[in-house]
Structures are given as structure tokens and as C-alpha cells.
């Protein structure tokens, strides 16, 4: 049983069980469409864009601490968070929960399946919005560990022991575009020198009710194609955190032990003419 995906039938069930507050984080026209009941729009979970400064750590935690007490979570209630499937949004859902995780909230589900699998089990759909009554929201500094700056991204590049992993989507990898938002929206093309590549997709696989995380057991055959194993420190990036916070909740799901985030990924590093990269594709740089 998942400690962090929770099933529609589970979450039916949670809701009316014990206090629980349902983020969506779609964007408003697919929120306005159709919801869970009393879910809370939150669509900035997806589109906000962090740099890991100390600047901008303390801007990332003013925003979402505030908005997540907006939504009223104040560390008594089980936050969970949704997108229409777990491959239509470039893991929006888990950036949801990763956020929630580097702020130290206890209690944070994320719906496995999404809305998609919602609808397709027949459960209640509104289109009223809610409004939540706002609260404290409790920050936990200690938990912002699990995330890293473009500086320890760097002194990884000479490290070895540590793995980089890139999950962003192959023509990034392969230097033929600089982001999902267009392939020149960044400044420059390829990828953190020795980096490693699974690409977020391959930790999960299809289902007849859409795509769903592998097992542990699959999700640890993937990394040890890349030389990861359960005890290998990872150092994740994408473009701007989401996908690669799929992969964050499946390695550690699957008992990777030490996973760490440079949130800032590819949209930050690619910015700083100072830092290293890789270009062309990585065939060439292998030859």
C-alpha cells in the first residue's frame, strides 16, 4: 500500500472520514468545467517558476505557505493534491506534493490516477466553488533539505558518487529544445554536464484506466539502468521541478533513500552563461 498515492475510492471515503483539503491543480477553465467537491483551485502549484537563491527559497515559501493556508491547510488535515491524469500535466500533481513536502507538511496524498480516474469510477463531479476558511499554514524550515541550489548542482557535476538524474522529455535531453514552453524559450540547449537520463515517463506505465507509477520493484529495475541503486545519493532536475517531482515521489517510493531536488532545473541553469553544459547530442558526447 502507497504511503502517498491514494486511490478515487480511498479519497471518497477520506473525505468523509476525516479532515481533508482537495487541491486541483488544473488550470481555472478545467477546474471551472468540473471538480471533486470542494476542491480548491490552485493552479500556481504548476506555473510558478522558482530560482534557488536564497531570495528565491523565501519568495517559493511566502507564496505557497500562503496559499496553502488560503486553501485551508494549517497541519491538521490531509492535503490531496490532483491533475486530469498522471501524464497530461507534467506531473503538476506531484510538484504539488513536492512542494508541500520542502514546506514540512505532515500529511500529503496525491490522487493516483488524477481526475481522470475520478470521473472513471463514477464518483460526484461539481462545478461550486468552494470557500475555504484560511488559516496558518505551519512551516517546517528543517524539511527544505530535501531541495538543492544551482551551487551544490555544480560541486556535484565533480562528483561521481552523486548521481544527476534528467528526466525532462527526450528533444531536451538530446539538445534539439531548451524547454516544454518552446524549444528556444531558455537560452541555451542540453543538459547538466555528466548527467544521467530516465525520462519521467518510464516510471510510470499504461493502464485500461490510464497511466499509473510502476511498482517499487520496476521503478528500481529502471534506475539500475542508469546505475542507480536504492543507496546512490540523486541529485533530480527537469525543466522547472514538476516532472521531476513524479520521479521524486517514485524513487522515494520504491526506497531510494537519499533524493534531493534542484528545483530551479534547466529554466534556471540554463540562464547562468557561468555554469557548464553539455550540447549536441548525447551520442557525440559519449564518442
Known sequence: MSAILISPSDLSTLILS???????????ASYAAGHI???????EIFTFLATSTPEGYAELTEKFADAFGKA??????TAVIYEQSMNSGFGQSCRGYFLLTFLGYPKVKVLHGGFAAWTAAGLPVSTD???PKATTFPVDPAAGELIIDAAAMLKAVEDPAVAKLDVRDVDEWIGES???YGK????RKGRIPGAKWIEWYRMMKPTAEGPRFKSSAEILAECATVGISPETPVYLYCFKGARASNTFLALKEA?????KMYFGSWNEWSRDPSLPIEEGHPAAALG
Open 37 to 43: 467537491p470542494g476542491a480548491v483551485n490552485l493552479h
Open 178 to 180: 531548451s524547454s516544454p
Open 184 to 187: 528556444d524559450f531558455c537560452p
Open 255 to 259: 526506497g531510494v533513500k537519499d533524493v
Open 129 to 131: 466553488v468552494p470557500e
Open 18 to 28: 476525516e479532515p481533508t483539503v482537495v487541491i486541483d491543480t488544473r488550470d481555472p
Open 72 to 77: 485551508g491547510l494549517s497541519g491538521t488535515e
